[in-house]
């Protein structure tokens, strides 16, 4: 679980009925992160200051939203929750919370009008507690699904999955809400394509997928270097989705890094490919 990492906290929205919902990441004080996206597209809310040569370094909340482009209102009302808690980036007028907001396309799965809004970041983010994280079809993976570059009739059920690793004191974990175009795939469907034996589906640019989520370590990293960690997890993508980081996928993740231990770079990238493969075929319910 991610919430194995010391000050870590996760809570859901979920409406089952319209098979939607958005997922609270939040985090201790002194946490630095970058991110990156490699899907053709993402739907984001203040990905950009993740960017290495930013300002501000620091990492508050992040928001996984189903919902598509709508969703992202969710990250709102964490923003509003954190600012009565005083948690945020300082300025001459007050905290600003920094919240990073990551959405995924669920609108035709069950009811498309019902969105996770402000007021569903709200319940998610006080929902948030650092105990065992419920994973599956909740969150904002309650609508998710898989398999679509196949066409919309050989789509799977998506949902939200989980991994951690240990070496010694460092502790590397991922969330992640899968929504994916491609197949979960253990290495079959490459090797089949390498000999041969595969069929290659005519590829539709389906705009209804997206692979988001989180990876969270206990380590001492700077923000080059979580944006170092965020390259290496999208190779975790790619070794568990086929195929990943498609034009209608909007996969990304952001890399946020505590601070508690002192860890080598290479190392905490080796984890971080591991978690996020394993989280990604964990999704699968």
Request: aromatic share 4%.
């Amino acid at each position: 679980m991610i919430t194995e990492i010391d000050g870590i906290e996760v809570g859901h929205w979920t409406n089952e009925v319209a098979k939607t919902g958005c997922t609270v990441v939040l985090f201790p004080e002194g946490t630095v992160a970058s991110g990156e996206i490699r899907g053709g597209a993402p739907a984001t809310r203040d990905f950009a200051l993740l960017e290495p040569e930013r300002l501000v370094e620091r990492l508050d909340a992040v928001v996984l939203s189903g919902g598509s482009a709508f969703g992202l209102a969710s990250a709102a009302g964490v923003m509003a929750l954190l600012e009565e808690r005083e948690v945020g980036f300082e300025t001459a007028a007050g905290r600003v919370p920094i919240v990073v907001g990551m959405s995924l396309f669920d609108l035709g799965e069950g009811d498309g009008s019902t969105r996770p809004g402000p007021g569903e970041g709200r319940l998610a983010a006080v929902a948030a507690e650092a105990g065992p994280v419920e994973l599956g079809r909740v969150g904002a993976a309650a609508g998710a699904t898989v398999s679509k570059w196949r066409g919309r009739d050989h789509a799977q059920p998506g949902g939200l999955g989980g991994a951690v690793a240990r070496c010694g004191d460092v502790v590397v974990a991922s969330l992640m809400a899968v929504n994916a175009s491609g197949d979960i795939d253990d290495g079959a469907t490459y090797a089949a394509i390498a000999d041969g034996t595969f069929e290659l589906p005519e590829v539709t640019p389906f705009v209804e997928n997206t692979t988001i989520g989180v990876v969270a370590t206990n380590a001492r990293l700077t923000k080059a270097e979580c944006h170092l960690v965020a390259q290496s997890s999208h190779d975790g993508f790619a070794r568990a989705i086929v195929p990943a980081h498609m034009a209608g996928d909007g996969d990304a993740v952001v890399v946020a890094a505590t601070g508690a231990v002192d860890a080598t770079l290479a190392l905490v990238r080796v984890m971080a490919v591991w978690v996020t493969e394993q989280a990604i075929r964990s999704s699968i319910v």
